[in-house]
């Protein structure tokens, strides 16, 4: 009794407390936790918010700040590939490139099938080397003489199992 004792507080003492407070070590031992400040505007593809608080590229190098001076001109002296530029320096993705599916649902089916899979081996083990062979009682032969050995008994005679049996002529009414 003691030793069980000793050993369910060991497993609390030991597993559990690393388990719980794992997060607070991290943050203890001079890593950093990375904590977003909601606050401040944020960049964000998403459909149903096109236009973001802020651009994509906050630091412009020297070409970007030239192209964003040529920008404040007329748009007609600017080439495709320029306002291109221009629209990827506000913007990460397209509306087409945002809406494009992701490949995850691949990564989640397979992940489904393997658990699947690995059920049924589980089963398959289980029923070829755990479970024996199926009872006596489960045979055919065994209900047929239980079933007639409850109707000698005459069991449930009013609404139940005996009162679909006809006594006289032997059989199923």
Same mark, same amino acid.
């Given at each position: 009794?003691?030793?069980?004792? @000793?050993?369910?507080?060991?497993?609390?003492?030991?597993?559990?407390?690393?388990?719980?407070?794992?997060?607070?070590?991290?943050? @203890?031992?001079?890593?950093?936790?990375?904590?977003?400040?909601?606050?401040?505007?944020?960049?964000?593809?998403? %459909?149903?918010?096109?236009? =973001?608080?802020?651009?994509?590229?906050?630091?412009?190098?020297? !070409?970007?700040?030239? %192209?964003?001076?040529? !920008?404040?001109?007329?748009?007609?002296?600017?080439?495709?590939?320029?306002?291109? @530029?221009?629209?990827?320096?506000?913007?990460?993705?397209?509306?087409?490139?945002? *809406?494009?599916?992701?490949?995850?649902?691949?990564?989640?089916? @397979?992940?489904?099938?393997?658990?699947?899979?690995?059920?049924? %081996?589980?089963?398959?083990?289980? *029923?070829?080397?755990?479970?024996?062979?199926? =009872?006596?009682?489960?045979?055919?032969?065994?209900? !047929?003489?239980?079933?007639?050995?409850?109707?000698?008994?005459?069991?449930?005679?009013?609404?139940?199992?005996?009162?679909?049996?006809?006594? !006289?002529?032997?059989?199923?009414?």
């Amino acid at each position: 009794m003691l030793s069980s004792r @000793a050993l369910v507080r060991g497993l609390q003492s030991g597993f559990w407390r690393r388990l719980s407070t794992s997060s607070g070590i991290w943050a @203890a031992h001079t890593h950093d936790v990375d904590v977003t400040d909601c606050s401040v505007p944020q960049y964000n593809n998403r %459909l149903d918010t096109p236009l =973001p608080d802020v651009p994509f590229v906050r630091n412009l190098s020297a !070409e970007q700040k030239k %192209l964003k001076e040529k !920008e404040k001109g007329p748009w007609t002296q600017l080439s495709k590939e320029e306002k291109l @530029a221009i629209y990827r320096l506000t913007h990460e993705l397209s509306f087409p490139e945002m *809406r494009k599916g992701s490949k995850e649902w691949m990564t989640v089916l @397979a992940g489904v099938f393997f658990f699947l899979g690995f059920t049924g %081996l589980l089963v398959w083990w289980q *029923r070829v080397f755990v479970y024996g062979d199926v =009872p006596h009682t489960l045979s055919q032969e065994w209900i !047929e003489k239980q079933t007639q050995r409850m109707l000698d008994m005459k069991v449930n005679p009013i609404t139940g199992f005996a009162h679909k049996w006809d006594y !006289e002529k032997k059989q199923w009414k």
